[in-house]
């Protein structure tokens, strides 16, 4: 699902003009993007949290030259679902076999 196909739903759902709904939809992801960049975490009850992870630091390798590298500690956006969430999923969804 595409950030137009979520519009396109809500705009469905709730009766809304589509530009009204996308302009409310990239305003909720520049808010998070926001916190997330000013050091806040972001947590919506029932759904999840978008969390910032720290990475230590590590020794990583350059195969082209043969040499290795430091990476230096860093952070990182992430999303950890809520338990109803993750259980929604593993109950109305089947497994795809490949």
Not at 26 to 42: D, I, P, R, Y
């Amino acid at each position: 699902m595409t950030k137009a196909d979520i519009v396109a739903k809500i705009s469905e759902k709730l009766g809304l003009e589509k530009g009204d709904v996308q302009a409310t939809v990239e305003t909720f992801m520049e808010e998070v993007k926001a916190s997330l960049q000013s050091g806040e975490n972001v947590y919506l009850r029932g759904f999840g949290s978008f969390i910032i992870k720290t990475r230590a630091e590590k020794t990583g390798r350059n195969i082209s030259k043969n040499t290795t590298i430091r990476i230096p500690a860093h952070n990182i956006p992430a999303f950890k679902p809520a338990k109803v969430f993750v259980e929604g999923v593993k109950t109305n969804t089947q497994v795809k076999v490949k």
